[in-house]
């Protein structure tokens, strides 16, 4: 018989397991399946896997990258909340969301790639990701959730795509080294006044579309950077 789903809290607290290969035949991971597997450097999710689960890899604080099939279609609210040894994430191109605190306090977290299929990125999704340096924000994406990038202190540059239509309250407030951003949207988007609050944007450059200079220049909080100008 071919194992089909690994089940809630299936492996939850192994702290001894060090690798799993996940057969092809399973279609889900359930919430909190390797909750706390603090030994667990490396995990392969095949293209059968459709959805990871809340809390699926909470706290695996040993695994160090992550790649996740497209066959997944969404990422779980915390499902990699606290691993704080991974360093880099390979998101596959059928996911569409990403969930609430999806990577919350993935301290070592240094490189993201997220695919155009992800139109929304939830509260807290990479809350203190404190070793995050850039992060570019593909134009399928239309909301950015609340302190979705909050704390990530080590973030200089973020690329903003065309399509955001909505961000959301501290989505970037505690970016202390920010220096660049850049929004591709034509229109302002929906912003919270408190986006980038605690982010030293009086002294960062925002670059935005050539025509739509003005229209930032007369919105909250994107006109209280330091300069906007077109994007070359």
Known sequence: MNVVGIGSKA???????????????????GGSAFYGCTSLTSITIPESVTSIGIYAFSGCSSLTSITIGSGVTSIGDEAFSGCSGLTSVTIGSGVTSIGGSAFYGCT????????????????????????????????????????????????????IGSGVTSIQYSAFSGCSGLTDVYCYAENVPSTSSYAFDNS????????????????????????????IVAIE
């Open 108 to 159: 070592s977290l240094t490189s993201v790639t997220i695919p155009n299929s992800v139109t929304s990125i939830g509260n807290y999704a990479f809350y203190y990701c404190t070793s995050l340096t850039s992060i570019t924000i593909p134009e399928g994406v239309t909301y950015i959730g609340d302190y979705a990038f909050y704390g990530c202190s080590s973030l200089t540059s973020i690329t």
């Open 11 to 29: 492996f939850s607290g192994c702290t001894s397991l060090t690798s799993i290969t996940i057969p092809e035949s399973v279609t889900s991971i």
């Open 200 to 227: 030293p944007i009086s002294s960062a450059t925002l670059h935005v579309p050539a025509g739509s200079v003005n229209a930032y220049k007369a919105r909250g909080p994107w006109q209280y950077f330091g300069s």
